[in-house]
């Protein structure tokens, strides 16, 4: 399985920017798919997860209410919108797939087997 992030970059505290997380070479749609950050001396946390049909997602405190996964299973990509950004937001943000077929949203690291190359996210003031 390869996991293709995309659409990082800088921001200005308020604004808005949209990840993308391409997979490839597995069945894509039986896998619940998650989203973690990692901030500069910071371990890498879970931040949002989406079931594999797409119908249940989860989200920490941090980001809920700000932030939305989404999955469109036709296209084998999870996305994450995020809006309302803040500076404590900046980030690596990496996707990661849940290796076992119709598994539940973790929140572990552990729990994922596959993951994305981490695409900058930067907000400024």
């Known amino acids: 399985v390869q996991l293709q992030a995309s659409g990082g970059g800088m921001a200005q505290v308020g604004g808005s920017l949209r990840l993308s997380c391409a997979a490839s070479g597995r069945s894509f749609s039986r896998h619940a798919m998650g989203w973690f950050r990692q901030a500069p001396g910071q371990e890498r946390k879970f931040i949002c997860g989406?079931?594999?049909?797409?119908?249940?997602?989860y989200y920490v405190d941090s980001v809920k209410g700000r932030f939305t996964i989404s999955r469109d299973n036709a296209k084998n990509t999870v996305y994450l919108q995020m809006n309302s950004l803040k500076l404590e937001d900046t980030a690596v943000y990496y996707c990661?797939?849940?290796?076992?077929?119709?598994?539940?949203?973790?929140?572990?690291?552990?729990?994922?087997?596959?993951w994305g190359q981490g695409t900058q996210v930067t907000v400024s003031s």
């Open positions: 989406v079931s594999w049909t797409g119908q249940s997602t």
């Open positions: 990661a797939l849940n290796g076992r077929r119709f598994s539940t949203i973790e929140t572990g690291a552990n729990e994922y087997d596959y």
